[in-house]
Nanobody, 117 residues
Framework: DVQLQASGGGLVQAGGSLRLSCAAS????????IGWFRQAPGKEREGVVC????????HYTDSVKGRFTISIDNVHNTMYLQMNSLKPEDTAAYYC??????????WGKGTQVTVSS
């Protein structure tokens, strides 16, 4: 079974950092497209970052470029989202996902990030 377990959210002051984790089972991160979305209250879900499974190309939404970094630990089959210089507008529930070659998308449960001003 494909499973994703997201964690690492919390409350942080503006300018601070958090690292979100997404532990996977049933597949290897290196083989598929992966990334993170977020959803703030009253807003639509927004793509934060996506990483191609073919060549590792990574794309960040403009608002997080230079502040957020996605990485993979293949030993522990875990994906990370390092978030630096956090802003109140980064407050949202963050969701990791994987897109398998059969077209199925799997999501981790959201982890809440709250940035106070």
């Amino acid at each position: 079974d494909v499973q994703l377990q997201a964690s690492g959210g919390g409350l942080v002051q503006a300018g601070g950092s958090l690292r979100l984790s997404c532990a996977a089972s049933g597949f290897s991160f290196d083989d598929y497209a992966i990334g993170w979305f977020r959803q703030a209250p009253g807003k639509e879900r927004e793509g934060v970052v996506c990483r191609s499974g073919d060549n590792g190309d990574t794309h960040y939404t403009d608002s997080v470029k230079g502040r957020f970094t996605i990485s993979i630990d293949n030993v522990h089959n875990t994906m990370y989202l390092q978030m630096n210089s956090l802003k109140p507008e980064d407050t949202a529930a963050y969701y990791c996902y994987v897109l398998l070659t059969n077209g199925a998308t799997y999501w981790g449960k959201g982890t809440q990030v709250t940035v106070s001003s």
